[in-house]
């Protein structure tokens, strides 16, 4: 619970193993990174500066996409993280904000990704000919 290594290599085989570490630890980014890794939806478990960090937002939709619902909401005032997301998870446009489901590059790279990404566009852009 309070040694590194250990929680590392714990994280290593189940990623939800953070919830039960120190909290320090999972302020700690290379446990979290181990968590993600493992499991895209440890992302929920990991400290809140982590869940803030890119790399390992990324990590962690890389490895489920499922994760991308456990994305800050303030993340996604950043335009090229949610590019970067949407190129990993299509469909994932459905969590992201109305300005971004109406920003033409994003919801181009979710529906090369996903073409059932179209549902989630925004209203200009689904009715847009």
Known sequence: KHDRDVVVAAVSND????????AALRSDPAVALAAVRNSGRA?????VELQKDHGIVLAAIAQDETAIRYVLP??????????AAISLHGAGLSYLPENRKNDAEIVLTAVHQNA?????????LRHDR
């Not at 990623?15 to 120190?22: E, L, Q, S, T, W």
């Not at 992302?43 to 400290?47: A, D, E, I, N, S």
Request: glycine share 10%; charged share 20%; hydrophobic share 45%.
């Open 116 to 124: 059932c990404a179209f549902y989630h566009a925004g209203c200009a």
């Open 15 to 22: 990623g939800f193993a953070p919830r039960h570490a120190a």
């Open 43 to 47: 992302l929920r478990h990991v400290g």
């Open 74 to 83: 303030e993340l996604w005032k950043d335009r090229t993280l949610a590019l």
